[in-house]
């Protein structure tokens, strides 16, 4: 498949950096960026994933001046960033298990109280690691407010096992064990879970949503969570290529439908409330953002659009709209 | 300080002795006084500087610790049993990054059925993880078992699960003798990690290793326990000089010298083993008996050493092996190769003591005089109700929906825990 080849992004999303203050500049716009995930890694072309890592870590990199530890779970992440004996990573890190990076950062963030030292800890995760195995201890460490950012980097399924369904999967996805067959083909209605309410109803200091597609309300977010202490939570959305069937050039776009059609909300609460919205500036159907997945080609098979699908996935777009008043943003 | 306290109350009091900077917390019977008095030791200050963390399951006990140690702090968590079992892809977690993690294991059996009562059958399941791991043989041993450990541990970069029977010493006031701060300060030095996660020199820890170095990595582990079978004499022969008493090394003989027969056993029942060598030698029967401290790494050649002359070896275990027999007998069986055909000894496992069952002088003298007398079989299962076991075993041929075998066995024992004692 030929791509179109983009070497830099316009728009009025990203053509800022240039015209703003050197303060409110991107931390990826600048040279002394910590690169904290540095090039030479062996994730697929467009990988949302190590976008985001990057973007997150290099933020609190420079909202902790360089002082801070990183713990991450096993997946997608881990894998291709640590193929032995090389590592991508620039800063000090971490990995233990699939299902316990929210109790190893407890641990370092626990070290680093008993020895008097003001290194902070992020632990991250992808949504499998984060939202079903690893579930029991993110709910630990958030209950006993443990000084951690826990990560998790959102691209609704298990894509390091080749694209299983898990609990972040959206209905009618088409997944390796939700397969685009029968009379209900993908996920299905119903299942799953919203990791940042959840993570809202332990009353933590601060749950925020972000994007890959919006990369200063991004930093933002980071930079507001490292600015307090205690257990906070980071809800990135990170398109995959690969589990997506998404044109690997196409990962920004991707990612700005989701959060444009009302599935994927930017909101950040604080100690349980929703405190500030990142309003919708141009609403997109959901079908838009559907129609440039592959795991969703089962809605436009034969030429045919399920509308009846369709609208069961838009109405779930247009509560979050109304929920978190994204119209408004107020 | 000599003190009357709870096993449980001496090795907290110990442990607090090293210092540890993380301690977490689940809790299970029988570890709980353990953490409960060190949770004390650290509210009331007089524990300090220490973070002790409540945490949601001993998966994320464990986790903690790793995360704790591998942030260059001297971490300590307790469990049993089950627990033991929910961290288990933590525990080689923790000996796989070279974590000198110290953790007590209050022994207790594993279910299904559920049983919290004291046996060996925790440890067993995890003898492979890569941790050392010694057994107690009273409370003053459980005490300072945990003042090597730190030592050991921080020596070697390795893991170590002190193991103390459930109940039997976790739950038994004896005389203890708690030694002073300046004591182990002067015994355990400072935690200087060989790996620590610091801002200062950033690394990569835990790293994916593929087919090209797995192996090696993997041997590197295994060298690191066959290390410790030279250090851990070592450290006890330091404790001794400095705290005056013998606790810990690799194994201890009991009127060895001559024995045609020797017993062989882990933790507190030895007390008893050596009660019944006493009896059965002053009525002229040339018996002894060996208290292995050390089951991982497990020390062949001084078991075999030790166990040289004798014609008949007993290992009585608190463990079934389900489908093969007793761990420990296999381990010294294996121990045993090697020695010329002329020499072959007779190894015996006894399983006792499963899921608390007393194992008493009586039935321990019976046992060893048919195991001196060559009438006992290669697997023997101290004070088993047979009668129990073959009227389940035709109710299970008579009838496929024969139910749980566990309720029709205690409708068939009734409704008193008559047999034990």
């Avoid at chain 2, 076991?389 to 024969?402: D, G, P």
Wanted: glycine share 10%.
């Amino acid at each position: 498949m030929s791509q179109r080849i983009k070497f830099y992004q316009t728009g009025t999303l990203t053509a800022g950096n240039r015209l703003l203050d050197p303060e409110t500049r991107a931390v990826q716009s600048s040279v002394d960026r910590s690169n904290a995930l540095t090039s030479g890694h062996r994730a697929c072309q467009g990988c949302g994933e190590a976008l985001g890592a990057r973007w997150v870590l290099d933020a609190a990199m420079r909202a902790t001046g360089g002082q801070l530890v990183v713990v991450n779970a096993t997946g997608c992440l881990e894998v291709f960033t640590t193929p032995y004996p090389e590592s991508s990573w620039q800063v000090p890190w971490l990995h233990s298990l699939f299902a316990n990076a929210a109790s190893v950062a407890t641990g370092v963030a626990a070290a680093m109280r008993s020895k008097g030292s003001a290194v902070r800890v992020v632990a991250q995760g992808g949504d499998g690691g984060t939202m079903d195995i690893g579930f029991g201890a993110l709910s630990g460490m958030f209950e006993r407010n443990d000084d951690v950012l826990y990560v998790c980097y959102d691209n609704e399924a298990y894509m390091n096992t080749g694209v299983q369904r898990s609990s972040a999967t959206p209905p009618l996805a088409r997944t390796a064990t939700t397969p685009a067959l029968g009379p209900e083909p993908g996920n299905e209605f119903g299942h799953g879970k919203n990791a940042p309410l959840i993570a809202m109803a332990h009353g933590i200091p601060y749950v925020a949503t972000a994007s890959v597609a919006d990369l200063h309300d991004l930093e933002d977010k980071v930079e507001a969570a490292m600015k307090v202490h205690g257990a906070r939570y980071l809800h990135v959305h990170v398109p995959c290529p690969l589990g997506w069937g998404s044109a690997s050039d196409d990962t920004i776009k991707v990612a700005r439908l989701a959060v444009q059609c009302g599935l994927f909300p930017l909101f950040e609460a604080e100690h349980g409330e929703v405190v500030r919205r990142t309003p919708i500036r141009q609403r997109q159907p959901v079908e838009a953002y559907l129609r440039l997945q592959r795991r969703f080609d089962h809605l436009f098979a034969g030429g045919r659009v399920d509308v009846e699908r369709i609208a069961r996935l838009q109405a779930i777009a247009d509560r979050n709209i109304e929920r978190f008043r994204l119209l408004t943003g107020d | 300080m000599l003190k009357q306290i709870e096993g449980s109350r001496g090795m907290a009091e110990a442990i607090a002795l090293c210092r540890p900077e993380v301690i977490c917390a689940y809790p299970i019977t029988p570890q709980t006084h353990i953490v409960e008095a060190l949770g004390e030791l650290v509210k009331s200050g007089s524990l300090t500087p220490c973070e002790f963390i409540n945490v949601e399951s001993e998966f994320s006990a464990l986790s903690v610790a790793i995360g704790a140690s591998a942030a260059g702090a001297r971490a300590y968590t307790a469990t049993s049993s089950q627990g033991l079992l929910f961290m288990a892809e933590a525990l080689y977690n923790a000996s796989g990054l070279g974590l000198p993690i110290v953790m007590t294991l209050g022994n207790r059996a594993i279910g299904a059925p559920i049983n919290i009562w004291n046996d060996h059958s925790d440890a067993m399941a995890m003898r492979d993880a890569g941790w050392i791991q010694l057994f107690a043989r009273d409370n003053q041993e459980a005490a300072d078992l945990h003042i090597q450990a730190f030592r050991l541990a921080e020596a070697l970069s390795c893991p170590v699960m002190v193991c103390v029977d459930g109940f039997i010493l976790t739950h038994a006031f004896e005389r203890v003798d708690v030694p002073t701060q300046g004591e182990v300060d002067a015994f355990l030095p400072r935690y200087e990690p060989v790996q620590v996660i610091d801002p200062a020199d950033p690394m990569t820890i835990g790293a994916m290793v593929g087919p090209d170095a797995f192996a090696e990595v993997r041997w590197l582990a295994h060298h690191k326990q066959l290390r410790a079978l030279e250090i851990i004499p070592e450290i006890a022969s330091e404790f001794e000089q400095r705290f005056g008493r013998r606790s810990g090394g690799l194994l201890r003989p009991y009127r060895t010298d001559g024995a045609e027969t020797i017993v062989v056993a882990m933790g507190s029942v030895n007390g008893t083993i050596e009660v019944v060598v006493d009896a059965m030698r002053a009525g002229g029967v040339p018996i002894g008996a060996l208290d292995l401290c050390t089951f991982r790494p497990f020390p062949a050649a001084a078991v075999r050493d030790a166990l040289r002359g004798a014609r008949r070896v007993i290992v009585v275990e608190k463990n079934l092996a389900l489908g093969m027999g007793g761990v420990l007998a296999s381990d010294v069986r294996m121990a045993l190769r090697g020695e010329p055909a002329d020499v072959q000894t007779v190894v015996h496992t006894v399983v006792a003591g499963l899921g608390g069952r007393a194992i008493t002088q009586a039935s321990l003298g019976r046992v060893f005089a048919e195991g001196h007398a060559g009438k006992l079989g290669e697997l023997h299962m101290l004070d088993l109700d047979w009668g129990v076991v073959e009227r389940e075993v035709a109710r299970m041929s008579e009838n496929r929906r024969s139910g749980p075998t566990a309720s029709n066995v205690l409708r068939d024992v009734g409704p008193s825990m008559r047999r034990i004692g």
